[in-house]
């Protein structure tokens, strides 16, 4: 199990040269390309850190938005008639291989989704583009459906949040 560890605002001080997720373009973007993406507003960046500062997962937020016809039929008839709906993307989402297993992944998710929610900036969905089946099945165990067209392309209903939260308070 971790200890000591925290999900803060990504700063360019956090050590990541060694993050490895198994993925190369995952960790090239933490490594080369996310300063640049936070700094021109591209992307927002939280990681979860140790006592050293080192990254042992990390995950970006931006606004997008969805067409409705991208939409399932029995949710999309429930939405007012504008072309597209307010969304955040979940861009990218990594774990190092070392901190693998320790829930790290559901964190972040769960801290995404925190964030989100709280923010004063309307939004229907969190949209999620998965890379994998794997990933597709992570998703799915919190709720994310497949677009109509897409499966690898997911969404979360923000309205759920609240749902689930008031299920909780009931019991």
Same mark, same amino acid.
């Given at each position: 199990?971790?200890?000591n560890?925290?999900? $803060?605002?990504?700063d360019? @001080?956090? %050590? #990541?040269?060694?993050?490895d997720?198994?993925?190369p373009?995952l960790?090239?973007?933490l490594?080369?390309?996310?300063?640049?993406d936070?700094? #021109? #507003?591209i @992307?927002?960046?939280f990681?979860v850190i140790?006592?050293?500062?080192r990254?042992?997962?990390?995950? $970006?937020?931006?606004?997008?938005?969805?067409? %409705?016809? &991208?939409?399932?039929?029995?949710?999309?008839?429930?939405?007012?008639?504008?072309?597209?709906?307010p969304?955040?993307?979940?861009?990218r989402l990594?774990? &190092?291989k070392?901190a693998?297993?320790?829930?790290?992944g559901?964190?972040?998710?769960?801290?995404?989704l925190?964030r989100i929610i709280r923010?004063d900036?309307?939004?229907y969905?969190?949209?999620?583009?998965a890379? &994998?089946q794997? @990933?597709? &099945?992570?998703?799915?165990?919190?709720?994310?459906?497949?677009?109509s067209k897409?499966?690898h392309?997911l969404f979360?209903?923000?309205?759920?949040?609240?749902?689930? %939260?008031? #299920?909780?308070?009931? $019991?």
């Amino acid at each position: 199990m971790l200890s000591n560890i925290k999900i $803060t605002a990504f700063d360019k @001080a956090y %050590l #990541r040269d060694q993050f490895d997720c198994g993925v190369p373009p995952l960790n090239q973007y933490l490594q080369k390309q996310v300063s640049q993406d936070i700094k #021109r #507003r591209i @992307a927002s960046c939280f990681a979860v850190i140790d006592e050293n500062k080192r990254i042992l997962g990390y995950y $970006t937020l931006a606004s997008a938005s969805i067409p %409705l016809v &991208d939409l399932p039929e029995n949710l999309n008839k429930k939405l007012p008639r504008y072309p597209s709906v307010p969304a955040v993307l979940l861009g990218r989402l990594a774990i &190092d291989k070392q901190a693998k297993g320790n829930g790290l992944g559901k964190a972040l998710l769960g801290n995404a989704l925190k964030r989100i929610i709280r923010s004063d900036i309307a939004a229907y969905a969190l949209i999620v583009d998965a890379k &994998d089946q794997s @990933a597709v &099945d992570f998703y799915q165990q919190f709720g994310f459906i497949p677009f109509s067209k897409d499966t690898h392309k997911l969404f979360f209903p923000l309205a759920n949040i609240n749902l689930h %939260l008031e #299920r909780k308070a009931q $019991t």
